[in-house]
Structures are given as C-alpha cells and as structure tokens.
C-alpha cells in the first residue's frame, strides 16, 4: 500500500509590540499552558506525525493541502472530517465537486471498514450488512456532527452566508476544494487565473478569521512540481497560484510512494 509523506510550512499571524512589554504576558501564558495543555490544542485530524507537529488544527486558521492528481486529496480531506466528527467535533464538509450521496457512501465506508464499492452497489454479504446497519445505528447516536453541504456552484460569500444562517457554529470546516470555489471579486476584473486563485485563497483564510473556524482545503500541485521530486512538493510547487503559499497558515503537502521507498529514505 502507498503511504503518504507530509511536509509542513507553518505561518503564524503577525503581531508586533516591544519584547519587555510582554514579558509578564508570556511567563503567564507559559503557565496557563503548562496548567491546562488541552486548552490551547488544536482539533485533531487523524494523521498523528502531522497532528504532534501542529498540535491540531486553531480556530481562525487555514491549512491547505497540496497533492497531485488522483494522489489523495478528497480523501485527505474526507478522512480528517471523519476523525474530527468521531472525537466529537461538528463539522461542516463543503464539497465542490462530488454529489452528497458519493460524500455520505465514502463516509460510510471509512465508518464501518466496508467497500465503498459495494456499499455504492447494494453488493454487501449480510454480514456486512449487519455491520452496515450497526454502522449507521452508532452514527445517530454520535455527539460530532457531519453536515454535507453540495454546492458545486459555490462562492466565498455564499459559503460565508451559510456558516453564518446556523444555529449553532462549526468547529471545523472542509472545503473539497479550494480552486473550484469562486472569488467575491469574480467577473470585477480581467485578472489572470493565479490571481483569482490568489482572491479566493485570502477570501477563504478571512472567513476562517472572521468567524474563528478552522478551515481545511486543497489545490493540486502543478505539473513541474510533480517532475521535479519524486518525494515531496515545495511551496515554489502549488497549481495555479504561488499566493495560496502566501494567505494559509499552514500547507501539507501530501504524494503516494510505496513502503520500500519509504523506508529507503527514511522519510
């Protein structure tokens, strides 16, 4: 089985001010931290190298991952809306481009360990059935939540409006993904593709602030990234626009080798 590699580039909001200003402040938050560590945890994903290393995923940031075609993006991002909804977070997963029944049936199937295909095909043995069924009895009873949102006409302000009409707020957001939702500014200008890209990449990381939700996204790297290394993507390597680098908190890039090269280069 291919596994995936990930490398980190992790951007912090900027802040200013004189360092003997905040000296009382840090010792205290250092103490605040030391005291209560699960108070300043992030929300886990489920890919325990990347979650050591982020400490989880903050309100108010945007991490965006960065694959090539057909190397595991969509599941990516469907797998950390998994963990987060089964350690009892509400998650909003905004899909672009598949329908919400493909969206639920691949829920399903990481749920309950059974085929996607046959689960999509009405194929399973009773006893997968049986599994199938305590698979969804056990989801009505979860305390997260998973709410499928298919709109693949979707625009930043349109997403914006509808965390807002909630009653209740998200604690994660997924968006499948990034260059396929469309910018406030589309049709304002003749810009060129990266720099609409480049609108919509700060639009989203501005939602994720102004309402202090996480959002998780991905774009796809471009095709001399995927000649360049045969291990991992740059920054230098994202498809379309070099402004994604520059507007999320946080990139992973993500591509499949096999376990002997894995282990080859001790990666």
């Known amino acids: 089985d291919a596994l995936p590699i990930f490398e980190l580039n ?3 909001d900027i802040k200013e001010g004189y360092l003997h200003e905040s000296s009382d402040q840090r010792w205290d938050r250092y103490q605040d931290v030391k005291n209560n560590p699960d108070k300043f945890k992030g929300i886990p994903i489920g890919f325990p190298s990347l979650d050591m290393t982020t400490n989880g995923i903050r309100p108010g940031q945007l991490m965006v991952v960065i694959a090539g075609v057909k190397e595991g993006k969509s599941t990516f991002l469907l797998n950390a809306a998994y963990h987060a909804s089964t350690m009892g977070y509400k998650v909003l997963y ?55 949102l298919d709109a693949h006409d979707c625009s ?43 609108d919509i990449t700060y639009e989203v990381r501005d939602i994720a602030r102004e ?9 796809q790297a471009n095709r001399d990234g995927m000649k360049e290394s045969k291990y991992k993507y740059g920054v230098e390597n994202i498809g379309l626009s070099h402004l994604i680098s520059a507007h999320a908190d946080t990139l992973v890039s993500i591509r499949l080798v096999d376990r002997d090269e894995l282990e080859i280069n001790e990666r």
């Open 94 to 148: 905004v899909s672009v481009e598949m329908p919400k029944e493909q969206i639920e049936r691949r829920y399903d199937a990481r749920d309950s360990g059974l085929p996607y295909s046959r689960i999509r095909d009405g194929n399973l043995t009773p006893g997968d059935e049986r599994i199938y069924k305590e698979c969804i009895a056990r989801q009505k009873n979860r305390p997260g939540k998973f709410y499928t």
């Open 10 to 12: 992790i951007k912090e």
């Open 211 to 219: 309402l202090n939700v996480p959002i998780i996204t991905a774009a």
């Open 156 to 198: 930043t302000p349109f997403l914006k409006s509808k965390l807002l009409s909630f009653p209740y707020k998200f604690d994660l957001v997924v968006v499948d993904y990034l260059t396929l939702l469309k910018s406030a500014k589309a049709g304002s200008s003749n810009k060129e593709m990266w720099q609409t890209v480049g």
